[in-house]
């Protein structure tokens, strides 16, 4: 490839072969040159009005339309030659994702409408529908500890049904958690002869760890076994839930803030990405960004075939029109 294609290298896999359009500019340029040339001859006719009504009706733009239509099948056509390439979304090599949902108490609050978990169970079904259906994904649910309640499966419909029958209970365990879905991952390449599998971790909380393994603790497993998670902080400073706190069956009002920080640290420290969400509509954006950037790559396409067929249509639509208006093919 020569000095003068580098910039074309990024579009197409054949940029040299471009020159080709020097020979469409040039039938365009001989097309426009011949609209000007005067013709070689002269007829007389006395009766004018007799030679408009024998005379043939100019074709006018409609000529031209034509031509012009011809040549850009003809560009489309020379590009497609030297074989484009655009970015496309196509479903990721990752085989396993594992999701993991904190049900501890706290998610009982409704600063998110209608509450924390049914949003968080709506948003978490949706992210699920949207990955392509070769994935594994597997469920976490964790509180006082963590439950491996999906192993990685193909079955999403499977998946999706266990979120709707999460259930709420004490305390928060996002080490264990974290622990877990890591080992749940490096069991997934037990089952295929001990070939690493690329997997991912997505886990959402509204808290901080109470419970089990320190968050920080759970950082180097998973660095080890070079798996990322990705973490959502979910809720708003403000939400409160309604605890017996001295067991009289007296409940009050008790703040359940995000611990945003912890959650952070947990996603920077594993080569994941940390991500806030304080509405529905936050959290389904933010799944928007996982699905797309866990469950699908984007890599560099051959699309010579697009250029080709969108060339062919063109080349179809001038010849239909030239055989409408003037019963020749152009």
Same mark, same amino acid.
């Given at each position: /490839? ?10 197409? &896999? ?13 039938? *365009? ?20 009005? &007799?030679?408009? #009504? ?31 390439? /655009?970015?496309?979304?196509?479903? #990721? ?13 706290? /998610? ?6 209608? #509450? ?29 500890? *963590? ?7 193909? !079955? ?20 264990? *958690? ?64 309604? @605890? ?16 945003? !920080? ?22 389904? #954006? ?28 063109? /080349?179809? @639509? ?13």
């Amino acid at each position: /490839m020569t000095n003068g294609w580098v910039g074309m290298g990024e579009w197409f &896999l054949q940029p040299q072969r471009l020159w080709l359009l020097i020979v469409v500019v040039g039938l *365009a340029a001989l097309y426009v040159g011949l609209q000007f040339t005067k013709p070689r001859y002269a007829l007389r006719f006395s009766n004018l009005e &007799l030679l408009d #009504s024998v005379a043939p009706k100019r074709p006018g733009w409609r000529r031209h339309l034509v031509a012009g239509i011809f040549l850009l099948a003809a560009t489309v056509l020379v590009a497609s030659f030297a074989q484009p390439v /655009m970015t496309q979304k196509v479903p #990721s090599e990752r085989s396993t994702i594992v999701l993991a949902i904190d049900t501890s108490l706290s /998610m009982a609050a409704t600063d998110v409408a209608p #509450s924390r978990i049914q949003a968080a169970q709506t948003a978490a079904k949706e992210f699920v529908d949207n990955l392509p259906k070769q994935l594994n994904v597997g469920l976490i649910s964790f509180a006082g500890s *963590a439950q491996l309640l999906v192993p990685p499966t193909q !079955d999403h419909a499977k998946v999706n049904a266990a979120i709707d029958g999460l259930e709420l209970d004490k305390s928060t365990a996002i080490g264990d *958690a974290t622990k877990l879905a890591v080992q749940v991952i490096q069991e997934q390449a037990r089952g295929t002869g001990g070939k690493k599998v690329d997997g991912a971790v997505v886990l959402m909380s509204d808290g901080e760890t109470t419970v089990g393994l320190p968050t920080a603790d759970a950082i180097p497993i998973a660095k080890k076994a070079g798996v990322a998670v990705s973490t959502i902080a979910y809720g708003t400073p403000d939400g409160e839930i309604t @605890v017996d706190v001295n067991g009289d069956g007296v409940g009050q009002r008790t703040r359940v803030p995000v611990n945003v !920080d912890e959650l952070r640290g947990l996603a920077e420290g594993t080569g994941g990405t940390a991500y806030t969400a304080q509405s529905v509509q936050d959290l389904r #954006s933010v799944y928007a960004k996982l699905g797309s950037t866990i469950g699908y790559d984007h890599k560099d396409q051959d699309v010579t075939y697009k250029f080709v067929g969108l060339g062919l249509v063109l /080349m179809l @639509v001038a010849a239909g029109f030239s055989l409408r208006w003037f019963s020749r093919l152009p």
